[in-house]
């Protein structure tokens, strides 16, 4: 099992680096240079691969094996941070952006690939609560180091000497993959077609209405496809603007990357991490009843906050003290939540339970995506008052929406699944 989590962890930390130094290292650089919220609101559109992976996903699924497409995707982001070394962010901003929309792609694709491998390996309630948080906590770590940690040092390392440091992270994770002997254990050989099957996976591949059937068979599917596209919407929308309210009116910048992108991202990391923890206790339902009424009566905390706008002490640290309890309960909810798409997914046929879970982790990026993109128009149309109203309107109704469901729907189901006999 230790060799599955490291393995797990290690790609999936390589994997948030993009968001990492998107998320959090270009909104600070833009806004420091004076773009509207609106401007800074449309970067997510460099987000878009992640959207489009549902498309390509069969194919990872059926064609070639978990091995070689991790190895090409992983070496393909070392070659891309190698090009990035040689770029003057200042002189070539669309050549940055085209940086980032190509770490996106691969990193999508790569995505892809690793949820393949760990719905395979991942078995029983304990593995997947333990396999789950090795998946966020890595993410997270992979986007705390990038995010916080090259952002806080920056100004000192320069901007190729960065991307030139990530070129050989990425180059080291290509070589243990390739030579990675978990992805020879027996799980995943059934889902690695020989030669002779081959030529049948591709011509199955190219027919998506066969596959999406397939999909949205599979019990449990049109809940937790609603529940992904609405679960982050209140808290995607607060998470992205409150430090450009501290920004605009609290801290600067290399403050902020150090409490918003350094501590309140550790938090975010010890929220995931006890996720995991908790799974191996507790139903997954009663957790989530009880996390997303906590995160409601975080965002009114918050929200509270936006009305005070003379800098002081105290006011930095309850700050300060809302992103960490922000940050570490959307850190045990995004556990919770990819845990439960992969019980949903381990329904499937294996044929197609790579292609179903990146359906789902499409959508939940997609909601995400989609409303982080237009938060910052809500916030510059508005002002921060209303727009958090409806943040905080929608955590409300996601809140109800989870705990209807574990009493009359999906969730009520792992419950039942769930008791010890």
Not at 49 to 72: E, F, N, S, Y
Not at 271 to 300: C, D, P
């Amino acid at each position: 099992m230790n060799d599955k989590l490291v393995f797990l962890g290690l790609l999936y930390f390589v994997q948030g680096i993009p968001y990492g130094l998107q998320s959090s290292l270009l909104p600070v650089y833009l806004r420091g240079a004076g773009h509207s919220l609106t401007r800074i609101g449309f970067t997510k559109i460099l987000y878009f691969p992640w959207v489009l992976k549902v498309l390509w996903a069969p194919l990872v699924d059926r064609i070639g094996t978990k091995r070689r497409w991790l190895v090409a995707t992983v070496s393909g982001l070392a070659l891309t941070c190698l090009f990035s070394s040689v770029l003057a962010p200042e002189m070539h901003i669309w050549g940055v952006a085209g940086t980032l929309l190509a770490m996106n792609t691969l990193a999508s694709v790569q995505d892809i690939a690793v949820d393949g491998a760990a719905v395979g390996l991942l078995k029983g309630r304990g593995e997947l609560g333990l396999g789950n948080t090795a998946q966020v906590v890595g993410y997270k770590a992979g986007s705390l180091f990038a995010g916080g940690g090259l952002l806080a040092v920056i100004d000192v390392a320069g901007w190729s000497w960065m991307f030139l440091l990530l070129t050989f992270v990425y180059a080291g994770v290509a070589l243990f993959v390739w030579g990675a002997p978990v992805l020879d254990e027996e799980t995943l050989r059934g889902q690695q077609a020989d030669g002779g099957k081959r030529g049948g996976q591709v011509v199955d591949a190219m027919k998506p209405w066969s596959v999406w059937r397939k999909m949205l068979a599979v019990p449990g599917t049109t809940w937790t496809v609603l529940y992904v596209l609405t679960y982050k919407l209140g808290e995607q929308g607060a998470v992205t603007m409150f430090p450009l309210f501290l920004l605009d009116h609290h801290m600067t910048a290399r403050e902020l990357g150090f409490w918003n992108g350094v501590i309140a991202m550790g938090f975010s990391i010890c929220g995931s991490s006890l996720g995991g923890l908790l799974l191996a206790q507790f139903s997954i339902g009663a957790l989530m009843r009880r996390v997303f009424v906590l995160r409601t009566v975080s965002m009114v905390f918050q929200s509270s906050l936006l009305t005070v706008l003379e800098p002081s002490p105290l006011m930095k640290g309850m700050a300060i003290l809302s992103m960490s309890a922000q940050h570490f309960l959307g850190g045990l909810i995004t556990t919770l939540t990819f845990t439960t798409m992969m019980h949903c997914t381990q329904r499937a046929e294996e044929s197609i339970q790579a292609t179903h879970y990146s359906f789902l982790a499409t959508l939940e990026v997609l909601g995400k995506l989609t409303f982080s993109a237009l938060a910052g128009c809500v916030v510059d149309w508005f002002g921060y008052q209303v727009a958090f109203l409806l943040f905080l309107t929608l955590s409300a109704g996601t809140a109800l929406h989870v705990w209807t469901a574990t009493f009359t729907g999906a969730l009520r189901e792992h419950q039942l699944k769930e008791q010890p006999k």
